[in-house]
């Protein structure tokens, strides 16, 4: 079995993803074929012996879409894909502007003169009057919708295409409905002359131009989206150094040249360009990009680097170990993009019946017309009943129901600074049965800072005092937490040391007021021959927490322990309490030890807590979760997070987490408050409620109407439904649907 991925052009809709996955699936050999239409792959694997790709790409391109064989972008590629959609964005957005305005237009000149209840006929140049001219008045129409078609061109070069090729779309639909609406509009202008009184009603141009111009919406605010969610990737790749300087001749040479068994040097603010072993030299070294752990990691001969991270105060001498596709960040990049595709995006309901919904139309407006053509009526009442059918099945409420809900409800979610990537997540976040929270700068604040301060032989003022001034002078973050703690207490006139040594991997040494300071771990002091043993039970109860505590001693005596730790967010407990009230399981993953992670769950009261997971190993553990067959969200925020946030049904991100999971990510909590998950998934609940009445009501419309336009009353010896009509009731269902979507807009989380 092979398994490959394909680029796959000229998709709209989930009908056109699910056209692609039925007839590819329908090969011989093919195991299995998944479309995401956010990222525009399909991942096939197949049986090399019974089908080729040529075969496949045959059998796509019949169906009416592109396919070809899917490989890593070259940098300037990349550039120009980026370009050409930017471009394309910013066209949709002109052609939307253009149609919005002749639509608004079209619409106070042909519902103007018709207002109901009495209402005054807005002011209208005489020349352009219904009464007195109308000829004029439904050229002027006529002349108002051709711009509006011409920027909804799209939807007809597409939808006709698809409907060619046997495979109706949303967008098929739409060009049906907006066609027959302008054709008939055209017969009745050149037929007005005839009979003013009666052909001057039948104009429908609004009805072509509105349908398209609010179709045309939705459809700009969905590209829009998926932009922003293929950024992750490039991201990613930004991090691994462009050039890296070779030890034994000082050259500067491409990342990609180099070799396993290479030596390179890393000077301070430098990146390391690929993973490695220290061969020489100590420094700190900075990987929150990539494990999402706020202390920076001591490196030392014999330590291992990660590509990608940074060299924050040492030179490096470091042996390359893996290179390309071998190194952790370029397993990271592969595990984002197999998240991305096999993450199928759910199909909106309306998308889901096109297939059905549009044959049928056009099928019962044909009877109809036939039926009636047979029974011996003339022409134009056979052309009013087809219209009147293709009119009033018009997918104005249907293709409404579901984005205004969606605009409403993800407005809604901005206030409350919870920012939803696309509809579709807005769809199945109600479904979340598991939540899964990573631990730094999730559930904890993501920044080391003061816990305890434990004199010994001293007071608490003269331990602070003796700390601060020692670490005033060196730039670690634990040394940072410290001085900090010291200054809120007000110790902020420090004395400075006469000299001071850093100490890798152990802490450091100074001269303070003639007398030798120590601040470091129980190693250095035990150095320095400094009895530490009063203390050790709290090292180790600290320790057991995940806290970092620091000795400290004057003159070889020992002035106590200051401990220091990455803290719990207030709102935390409090939120993840909110989630198990609704009926969800929490649980904590992280790459912490166990009895660190067990001491912040116990805290925070978690349902589950899994620890000493490597980046790369994240992901897996929610494709486990769900395998079990749960519905998980993933809430995270450094780029160690960004496959688990992609492989998970919901990944959320924290605001200030880095750009790569935020990119990653389907919702972003803007004000990183984990009490802003619970309210996210009351709002998706309340959405799709929300859109489940609209296709209530959409439905019932069509059920309704359709019959009655295909002359089931007159049948009967009642009216025959005009066209004018059913445009009315088109937009009556249409204006239905808007108000029941504003409504959502009131609701409270």
């Given amino acids: 079995m092979k398994e490959e991925r394909y680029d796959i052009s000229g998709m709209h809709c989930a009908a056109c993803s699910a056209s692609v996955e039925k007839v ?8 299995r074929s998944d479309v995401n239409l956010t990222t525009g792959i399909m991942t096939i694997r197949y049986d090399e012996t019974q089908v080729g790709p040529e075969q496949i790409v045959a059998k796509v391109e019949k169906a009416g879409f592109g396919a070809t064989l899917h490989g890593r972008k070259t940098e300037q590629a990349e550039k120009d894909a980026k370009g050409g959609e930017e471009a394309a964005l910013r066209r949709k957005k002109w052609e939307l502007i253009t149609a919005a305005v002749f639509s608004v237009a079209l619409l ?14 807005l002011p209208l140049p005489d020349i352009f009057s219904m009464h007195t001219h109308p000829v004029n008045f439904a050229i002027l129409q006529l002349l108002l919708t051709v711009p509006v078609l011409y920027c909804g061109r799209h939807f007809f070069t597409s ?49 072509a131009a509105v349908v398209l111009t609010l179709v045309s919406l939705g459809k700009f605010l969905e590209s829009r989206n998926m932009q922003k969610t293929k950024g992750a990737i490039t991201a990613l790749m930004r991090l691994s ?35 490695g072993v220290v061969t020489k030299g100590e420094s700190s070294v900075n990987e929150a990009m990539l494990t999402g752990e706020s202390l920076p990691v001591e490196k030392a001969a014999g330590s291992e680097v990660i590509g990608g991270s940074v060299n924050q105060n040492g030179v490096l001498y470091v042996q390359v170990t893996r290179t390309g596709e071998d190194t952790t960040l370029a397993r990271i990049i592969r595990f984002v993009e197999d998240a991305q595709g096999k993450k ?10 096109a297939g059905v919904f549009v044959p049928a139309v056009i099928a019962i407006a044909l009877l109809a017309a036939a039926a009636w053509a047979i029974a011996g009526q003339p022409f134009a009442f056979v052309l009013r009943v087809f219209t009147s059918v293709l009119v009033i099945a018009c ?11 969606i605009m409403v409800g993800t407005g809604l979610g901005a206030r409350h600074g919870i920012l939803i990537r696309s509809g579709e997540i807005l769809e199945i976040t109600h479904s979340v049965d598991t939540v899964v929270l990573d631990k730094t700068g999730t559930v904890t604040e993501g920044a080391p800072a003061v816990t305890e301060v434990l004199p010994y032989q001293c007071d608490v003022d003269t331990l602070l005092r003796t700390a601060a001034a020692m670490e005033s002078v060196s730039a670690h973050p634990l040394a940072e937490a410290i001085t900090a703690y010291a200054a809120g207490k007000g110790f902020t006139d420090l004395e400075k040391p006469e000299s001071f040594e850093n100490l890798s991997g152990r802490g450091l040494a100074a001269e303070l ?40 001693a004057l003159d070889g005596k020992l002035l106590g322990l200051i401990s220091v730790a990455d803290p719990v967010k207030e709102t935390s407990a409090a939120a993840i309490q909110q989630m198990k009230d609704q009926g969800i399981r929490v649980v904590l993953l992280t790459g912490d030890n166990r ?3 067990e001491h912040i769950g116990n805290l925070v009261g978690v349902d589950q807590v899994i620890a000493e997971v490597l980046p790369e190993e994240k992901a897996g553990v929610i494709q486990q979760l769900q395998d079990q067959g749960r519905k998980v969200m993933m809430v995270g925020d450094g780029i160690n997070d960004a496959p688990a946030l992609t492989a998970a049904a919901v990944g959320c991100a924290i605001g200030s987490g880095s750009d790569i999971a935020i990119e990653s990510a389907d919702i972003v909590l803007m004000r990183s408050d984990l009490q802003d998950v619970p309210r996210a998934l009351r709002l998706s609940a309340l959405t799709l409620r929300d859109i489940k009445q609209n296709l209530f009501w959409a439905f019932c419309y069509n059920t309704v109407g359709i019959p009655i336009a295909a002359g089931l009353l007159y049948l009967f010896g009642g009216p025959l439904l005009s066209p004018m009509f059913a445009g009315a009731a088109m937009s009556l269902s249409s204006v239905c649907v808007v108000g029941n979507a504003l409504r959502l807009g009131r609701a409270k989380l």
């Fill in 24 to 31: 590819t699936r329908r090969l011989p050999g093919v195991e």
């Fill in 108 to 121: 106070y000149v042909s519902m103007g003169q018709m207002l109901p209840f009495g209402l005054p006929a």
């Fill in 159 to 207: 939808g006709f295409k698809a409907l060619f090729h046997g495979n109706p779309n949303m967008d098929s639909l739409v060009a049906i409905g907006s066609a027959c609406s302008f054709a008939y509009s055209v017969v009745m202008t050149f037929l007005i002359s005839d009979d003013p009184h009666v052909y001057v009603h039948n104009l429908y141009y609004e009805s």
């Fill in 241 to 275: 150094p462009d050039t890296a300087i070779l030890a034994d001749s000082g050259r500067e040479v491409p990342t990609k040249s180099l070799k396993t068994g290479d030596i390179v040097l890393v000077k301070p603010g430098q990146r390391v360009p690929v993973d």
């Fill in 344 to 353: 199928a995006p759910i199909s909106k309901t309306a998308d889901k019946v």
């Fill in 395 to 405: 997918p104005c409420a249907l293709g409404l129901a579901t984005p205004t809900a």
């Fill in 513 to 552: 007021g003639g007398r030798t300071a120590l601040a470091g771990n129980r190693r250095l002091l035990e150095e320095r021959g400094v009895e530490v043993t009063p203390l050790l039970p709290d090292t180790e109860r600290l320790s057991a927490q995940g806290q970092t505590p620091m000795f400290f």
């Fill in 595 to 597: 009895a660190a992670a």
